[in-house]
């Protein structure tokens, strides 16, 4: 059973910084792709950015130049590095793992950011 950890959320002020872990139980290259998802009050879901198993990135035009996903195949985690951050940001950040045959998500880490 595939399971993903996150951590790193937090309160923080607008302008500031914060990042997120996502650790899962095997290997990062049993995935096509990995990403960062968020979800505010009232809202639907929505990508925030992804990386492939090629490392190839993907942005939401909203934290395109703010935010950095990266990975360390060595510890099996996925970080999402978010700077400048906006009170608009705060949402609960869900990580997620794709492969072929399904999508895997983990418990989710709340980020509020205030003015």
């Known amino acids: 059973q595939v399971q993903l950890v996150e951590s790193g959320g937090g309160l923080v002020q607008a302008g500031g910084s914060l990042r997120l872990s996502c650790t899962t139980s095997?290997?990062?290259?049993?995935?096509?792709?990995m990403g960062w998802y968020r979800q505010a009050p009232g809202k639907q879901r929505e990508m925030v950015a992804l990386i492939s198993s090629g490392v190839k990135t993907n942005y939401a035009d909203s934290v395109l130049g703010r935010f950095t996903i990266s990975r360390d195949n060595a510890k099996n985690t996925v970080y999402l590095q978010m700077n400048s951050l906006k009170p608009e940001d705060t949402a609960v950040y869900y990580c997620n793992a794709q492969t072929q045959m399904r999508a895997y998500w983990g418990q989710g880490t709340q980020v509020t950011v205030s003015s």
């Open positions: 095997g290997s990062l290259f049993s995935f096509n792709a």
